[in-house]
């Protein structure tokens, strides 16, 4: 298991930046897939950006050149940059582990922050 912890969310003026952290329980090198997801009102959660096998990097395409994901092992934390932000980007992002368990993947989710970008 793990648990993840998010912060950083808040608002911010169109072209604004902000920096989102999730924190997990346990070490991450060891982790499948980690990342985020978003869901705005109205719509399914979606991928943003996440990291597989630890070196695989993978982005949404309307993030793509905006957002960076990094990580700090020894911290156990990720990391989304969030820079040119748009209104569209308004939404709850969730962090999310992918966590191998007896040859299956399992889900974690952290418990989301508020991404909101509006002047």
């Known amino acids: 298991q793990v648990q993840l912890v998010e912060s950083g969310g808040g608002l911010v003026q169109p072209g604004g930046s902000l920096r989102l952290s999730c924190a997990a329980s346990?070490?991450?090198?060891?982790?499948?897939?980690m990342g985020w997801y978003r869901q705005a009102p109205g719509k399914e959660r979606e991928l943003v950006a996440t990291?597989?096998?630890?070196?695989?990097?993978n982005y949404a395409d309307s993030v793509k050149g905006r957002f960076t994901l990094s990580r700090d092992n020894a911290k156990n934390t990720v990391y989304l940059e969030m820079k040119s932000l748009k209104p569209e980007d308004t939404a709850v992002y969730y962090c999310?582990?992918?966590?191998?368990?007896?040859?299956?993947?399992?889900?974690?989710w952290g418990q989301g922050t508020q991404v909101t970008v509006s002047s």
């Open positions: 346990r070490s991450i090198s060891s982790i499948y897939a």
């Open positions: 999310n582990a992918k966590v191998t368990i007896m040859m299956a993947l399992n889900d974690y």
């Open positions: 990291f597989t096998r630890g070196y695989i990097t």
